[in-house]
């Protein structure tokens, strides 16, 4: 069979919706599956028909094997493919999404918007915001890390009752008082802020 007569000998269930075909084709199978036309009739029963005749009136031993299939012109394909390319665009949206998942208004009918890609946005901007929440979140913590250890520097300054010790740390630059306010905290075991403070600088 030829490449002209393949769409010819098409298999029903890869024909899908076609017109009435123009002539029945009697096929014998070669060996690599492919069809060869044996006869050609205007009607399927006659198509049948001459497969009976040449097993029972000629012998023809393959006859058993041949097949009925449906002949189409390409005018008669070429419109059956516009139509399903029509009703395959009909039954999907622009995004490429079935028509079923249009939103309608509830009062009107009138299509709003792909619930689907509506969903999928929303995914995206929650996504986005956890990001910035997160990092809020951490700048907090990092703050309230700032917060409790200076309050700690306060307290322990607080505790200075002699000028000679007020003199001394007087002397030092800011960063290096900062150094040394932590190294005389850690060495007298100050205790950390109590109550929630307590928890939240414990988790820094």
């Known amino acids: 069979m030829n490449k002209d007569q393949d769409h010819l000998a098409a298999a029903p269930e890869q024909r899908g919706e076609l017109p009435e075909p123009a002539a029945w084709l009697v096929c ?37 094997t041949w097949v009925v299939r449906p002949a189409h012109t390409a005018d008669q394909l070429r419109t059956a493919i516009a139509a399903e390319r029509e009703r395959n665009t009909a039954a999907h949206l622009a995004c490429g999404h079935p028509a079923e998942l249009m939103l309608r208004s509830a009062e009107t009918g009138a299509p709003l918007y792909c619930e689907l890609c509506d969903d999928k946005a929303g995914r995206r901007d929650a996504e986005k915001r956890e990001s910035e929440l997160q990092a809020e979140l951490s700048t907090l913590r990092q703050q309230l890390a700032e917060a409790v250890r200076d309050a700690k520097r306060y307290r322990w300054l607080r505790r200075i009752d002699s000028f000679a010790e007020w003199n001394r740390v007087g002397h030092y630059a800011a960063d290096a008082l900062d150094a040394a306010i932590d190294a005389a905290i850690a060495a007298q075991g100050e205790a950390k802020p109590p109550g929630v403070e307590r928890e939240l600088f414990e988790g820094e």
């Open 28 to 64: 014998s199978v070669n060996g690599d599956g492919s069809l060869m036309v044996e006869h050609s009739t205007a009607w399927e029963q006659a198509a049948h028909d001459h497969i009976n005749d040449a097993i029972n009136e000629y012998d023809i031993e393959d006859a058993a």
